[in-house]
């Protein structure tokens, strides 16, 4: 299953803030990280992770750090801030309501069955 | 984990590919690239090849339109590549500091210099033979510091500028005569190639250095020329402001101002050249662009007119030195051109146009030598028109063989890489020639 563009997109500013509240990682980590939780179904693009990381850190909620590699290269590494934590805990209620409200709906009425042979 | 050659390679391809988009800065790529390298180690950890492993790591970077996009968004000023004169990176800070003060200090030299030059020339021809050894000494001063200099290169360079300033003074010249007038024309050149051999870092003998030195005398005079304008509005405002309270600046900008700024601004120029290339990098390509087709234009102007003029006997002196400083511009835009070229890249129409641009430089070229053959047979040798025949000859030859190897490389028969290269040889040519007039040209026609 391949998650919409949009609720990529929506996602992404919670999962790596939330990520990161495990502690300070590099770009690749952190997208290998989502990979892990979402089973792979959460895929973007890569090259799109850093000026998303940029702007995070931009409006405060991440900072970064150059650092080096195991093999020596060098390497960003980004950590939470305070109010990157704060950020992440509003997020967290906003999703939390619009979760609940959709388990509300879908409890109420039958999932939608696909039309497989609709015209047979 | 090590990664085999021809992956290194490709990744080098593609860092250069990507450091061209503006919006995304040096250390962006690095961010990208040690992202590319932990995707293309675990994929050869998974048993992929290297040029497997490779295509999927760039694939799932993603389209570098959009992802260039997407930095463009995120740091819009980048489009506007403003100079960062000093890094704000913490680590960074105190070495550009030092560098600053010593820029300051060479360009504040070479301002005393001139300043004390002037004041002890009063306005004779002495300083004219000697302004550049004024000057360039202090440019060559600031890229021996900055590239730490071996002892014997250095060593060379100061006998070099020593050796040249005892033959610019120690000569009897007749005042204003032509033998001094042409030394001091061709003083700079010498000195500009002692300048090239401290900018190359003593490694005069590589091709590529050479070739960095010629964009490094482009990108200088653009921004020698930008340096040159703002001081300009600037000192025409003040001035203004100035005259409308009733207060002449006139004696303190012609005795303080200027002396320092003009010859200081160049050493500046220098600097911001070495600490922003890229900014012009931009630049140039659209420079040449844009002036090979109008000088392309003009010269064609010049050779009809030439042409319809009449005898070539009856071509006077003033316009035949005009002609040459033409030719010398052109040969300026095809070296700067050359140089700002990548040379990786096929041939294209710009190359052709490059083309017609050698071989109606070598029409005029061919007209001027044959006034200049005809004003010899008629008047006899002076100094100046021998200096004016060598300098065509070498410009002949020069363009000649240019012209030959850019229909090698459009017929595809040459790399591009072998026109660079005649172009970084050819030059201490010039070097040599500048030096006879310097040095051989006064003894032999007695310093007339």
Known sequence: MRIEKDLVAAAATPLVLGILMDGDLYGYAILKRVGELSGGSLQWTDGMLYPLLHRLERLGYVTSLWGTSEVGRRRKHYAITDLGREQLAERQEQWMVVADALRQIWQAAPRPVTPTEGWA | ?448
Do not use: C
């Open chain 2, 1 to 448: 984990m090590k990664l085999d050659a021809d992956l290194e390679a490709q990744i080098d391809r593609w860092r250069g590919y990507v450091q061209r988009r503006q919006a995304i800065a040096a250390a962006d790529v690095d961010e990208l690239e040690d992202h590319l390298r932990g995707q293309i180690d675990d994929l050869l950890g998974t048993g992929l090849d290297h040029d497997e492993a490779f295509l999927v790591a760039i694939k799932r970077l993603g389209n570098l339109d959009a992802v260039s996009r997407e930095f463009a968004r995120e740091h819009s000023d980048r489009l506007w590549k403003q100079l960062v004169l000093v890094p704000d990176d913490a680590d960074t800070r105190a070495p550009a500091w030092r560098e600053l003060a010593v820029v300051l200090g060479f360009a504040v030299g070479t301002g005393i210099a001139v300043k004390v030059g002037l004041s002890w020339s009063n306005g004779e021809a002495g300083l004219a033979r000697n302004i550049g050894l004024l000057v360039f000494p202090f440019l060559a001063g600031y890229f021996a510091w900055k590239r730490r200099l071996t002892v014997p290169v250095l060593a060379t360079l100061l006998i070099s500028f020593a050796a040249l300033a005892v033959l610019l003074n120690v000569y009897p010249f007749a005042s204003f005569g032509s033998t001094e007038v042409l030394a001091a024309l061709h003083a700079p050149i010498l000195l500009w190639m002692l300048v090239g051999v401290a900018y190359v870092g003593g490694r005069w003998r590589s091709d590529a250095r050479r070739m960095d030195f010629v964009r490094f005398t482009g990108e200088l005079a653009i921004y020698y020329t930008l340096l040159a304008l703002g001081g300009g509005v600037l000192i025409g405002l003040t001035v203004a402001v100035l005259q409308a309270v009733g207060v002449d600046p006139g004696p303190v900008l012609a005795e303080w101002i200027l002396p320092f700024a003009v010859p200081g601004a160049l050493v500046v120029a220098a600097w911001l050249v070495e600490a922003k290339q890229n900014v012009v990098e931009n630049i140039a390509p659209v420079l040449t662009r844009v002036f090979t087709p109008l000088t392309i234009l003009m010269l064609l102007a010049v050779l009809a007119v030439l042409a319809t003029a009449g005898g070539l006997g009856t071509v006077d002196r003033e316009l035949l030195i005009l002609m040459n400083a033409i030719l010398v511009l052109v040969l300026s835009l095809l070296l700067y051109s050359i140089s700002a070229r990548d040379s990786l890249a096929r041939p294209g129409f710009f190359d052709a146009l490059q083309l017609v641009l050698v071989v109606v430089a070598i029409a005029v070229d061919a007209v001027m030598l044959t006034a200049m053959l005809t004003r010899i047979t008629e008047f006899g040798f002076s100094p100046n028109k021998i200096a004016a025949l060598g300098l065509n000859l070498l410009l002949l030859v020069h363009l000649l063989r240019s012209a030959w190897l850019t229909v090698g490389f459009l017929r595809g028969r040459h790399p591009f890489a072998a026109l660079e290269r005649w172009q970084t040889r050819y030059l201490p040519v010039y070097g040599g020639w500048a030096l006879i007039v310097v040095a051989v040209f006064p003894l032999v026609f007695g310093f007339a």
